[in-house]
C-alpha cells in the first residue's frame, strides 16, 4: 500500500479545532498587530520546504506568528477604518464551512446552500421594501460589489445602445468607486457634498446639467469617512428622470435597515436597482462577505452570465450565482449571515444595530461634555469625528499607536475638511461607552 500524499494527522486537528473554540468564545487579543516584514521573514520565511515540517509545527506558526501579528478587527476596542463584529454562531459556521467544502457557484453544485443565502438576501431586499422577485448573491466584499453593479448598469444602458461613459457620485464616494470607474474606463462626476458630507439632489441635478453619457448614479448610504447617507430619495427621482441606474453603496451604512427607527434615512431605497451592504462589517458575520442586490437579478444575469462548453450540462434555468457578479467559483460565503440570522432571529439584529447606535451617540455626547475635545461631526449612524483642540498631528499619531499597542483603543485619524482629525466607527454592540470616553480622557 502506498502512503497517501497529504495523510490526516489527528492530533493536530484536535488541537486546531480546541483552537478555534477558544478563539470563538475568547475572541482576540486586542494588542495583536501588525509586524514588520524583516521580523516575519525570520520566523515564517522558511516554513515551506521539501518534506513539509509537519502539522504541529505549522499550525504552531499560525498561532505564534501568524495571528498575533494580525489586527484583531472584531475586538471591541476596534474603532478605525470600518472593523467588524462576527458574531459567535456566525464565526462558528464559518468555521465548519471551510470543512464542508461546497461550490455555490451554480445550484447543481450547491443547492442548499444557495437557498438558504438566498433568505438572508431575501431578508435584506424586503427590508429595503424590495419585492419577492428582487435577488443577488454574496461576493468577497464591497469594491466587487459595487463593480459587478455597475458593470450591470452600463450593460443595461448600452443594450439600448445609449452612449455609457460617466457614473455620478459624491466627493465623498468610497474609494471603490473610483477604482471600479478605473477598470471600466469610464469617467466619474463628482458632485460635492454638503456640511455633513451628504450628496443632495439639487446638487447632482446640478452637476448633470451639461453632461452626456451618465449611466449610473451611485448613492452613500454610509458614507465611510463621516457615515453621511446621501439624499437617496431625491436621487431616485433624478435617476427616473435621466433613466439611469441607481445604485446603493451601503457596504457599511446599510446594515442599519435593521432598525426601523434608522429606517427613514433610506427612504428611497425602493426605487434603487441594485445596492450592498457588507455582513462583514456591521451584520455580525465573518470575513470576507458583501451582499449584492438587484431589484431585477435578470438584469444583473444579462451582464454576468458566463457561458462555455464545459458549462453546457448546468440547468441555466436553475439559480445560479454565478450568473449575478464578476465570478464563477465561490464559496458559500453568506451562509453565516444565514445562520446567525436564523439562529439570534431578525429581532437580535434589530436590538444589536440599535445598540451601536445608542453607543455611538453616548461616546459623542462624552466628547462634547469633555472640555479639551471637540466634536467635528455626528454620530452619522455610527461614525464620529473629534478633535483634540492641543494636540500636533504627529502627537496624536503617536497617541494612537500608543493605545493600539497597549489594546486599549484602536482609533486612527482622517481628514475632514482638509484638517487631520480622530475618527470613530462603532460596528460591535459590545464597546463599551464608558472604556472608549476613560482612553479617550488620556488626549486632553
Ligand atoms: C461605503 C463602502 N463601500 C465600499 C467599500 C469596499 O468594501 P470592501 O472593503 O469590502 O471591498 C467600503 C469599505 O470600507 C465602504 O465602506
Known sequence: MTTPPFPTDPTALEHMLDWA?????????????AQSFAALDDRLGHSITSVGIGAAQAFALFTDVIVPSTRPFDHPTSLAFVAAAPSPA????????GAAEIFAGNWDGGSGAI?????ALGWLAGLAGWPHSAGGVFVSGGTLGNLSALHAARIACTRFDRPATHILCSEEAHSSIAAVASVMNVALIKVGADAQGRMQADAARAAVQDATGIFAIVANAGATNCGA??????????????DVWLHVDGAYGLAALADPEARPLFDGIERADSFIVDPHKW????????????????RGAQAHGQQGAYLETLDQE??????????????ARGLPLWYSLSTYGTDAYRQAIARTRQIAAEIAAGIEATPGLELILGP???VILFSPSTLSDDALAEWAEAQRRSGALLCLPTTWRGEKVLRLCIVNPATDPAHVLGVLGTLV
Do not use: M
Open 380 to 382: 452619522q449612524l455610527t
Open 318 to 331: 436553475a439559480w445560479n450565482p454565478s450568473d449575478y457578479a464578476l465570478h464563477l467559483t465561490r464559496r
Open 21 to 33: 473554540r477558544t478563539r470563538i468564545t475568547e475572541g482576540p487579543d486586542p494588542r495583536n498587530g
Open 90 to 97: 456566525a464565526l462558528s459556521v464559518n468555521a465548519v464551512l
Open 283 to 298: 451584520l455580525f458575520a465573518p470575513y470576507d462577505s458583501c451582499a449584492l442586490v438587484y431589484r431585477e437579478p435578470l
Open 229 to 242: 447617507v446621501d439624499d437617496i430619495a431625491g436621487l431616485a427621482d433624478l435617476a427616473q428622470e435621466l
Open 115 to 119: 437557498h438558504a443565502e438566498n433568505q
